[in-house]
């Protein structure tokens, strides 16, 4: 599996981007996660084949995952960026689904082996 970011850049507090991640292979789930200086790279959201999508609350009605439907591509909207959105962002994979017990877990960092180089987002007040 290969995976890699697009559509990073700056914007002001308020603004919107949409990031994108060209797959390669097969997934069946993918996730974007964040990380920003000094920081624990952390779980944006999450989506499966059938899919479900799980946000971090942080971003819950501002951010949006989403799929092409030959799985090639991975989009993360976001709207009503903050500045604490500021932070480089990744793209990341699994190839087998979730056992019950790790369905709670979607959003953990160890959930997922294969990862894009990421591209940083930075929000502006």
């Known amino acids: 599996v290969q995976l890699e970011e697009s559509g990073g850049g700056s914007v002001l507090a308020g603004g919107s981007l949409r990031l994108s991640c060209a797959v390669s292979?097969?997934?069946?789930?993918m996730a974007w996660f964040r990380q920003a200086p000094g920081l624990e790279r952390e779980g944006v959201a999450t989506?499966?084949?059938?899919?479900?999508?799980t946000y971090a609350d942080s971003v819950k009605g501002r951010f949006t995952i989403s799929q092409d439907n030959a799985y090639n591509t991975l989009y993360l909207q976001m709207n009503s960026l903050k500045p604490e959105d500021t932070a480089m962002y990744y793209c990341?994979?699994?190839?087998?689904?979730?056992?019950?017990?790790?369905?709670?877990?979607?959003?953990?960092?160890?959930?997922?082996?294969?990862w894009g180089q990421g591209t940083q987002v930075t929000v502006s007040s």
């Open positions: 989506i499966g084949r059938d899919g479900r999508t």
């Open positions: 990341a994979a699994r190839t087998s689904g979730f056992s019950w017990y790790d369905t709670f877990r979607r959003l953990a960092r160890d959930m997922y082996d294969y």
């Open positions: 292979g097969y997934t069946a789930s």
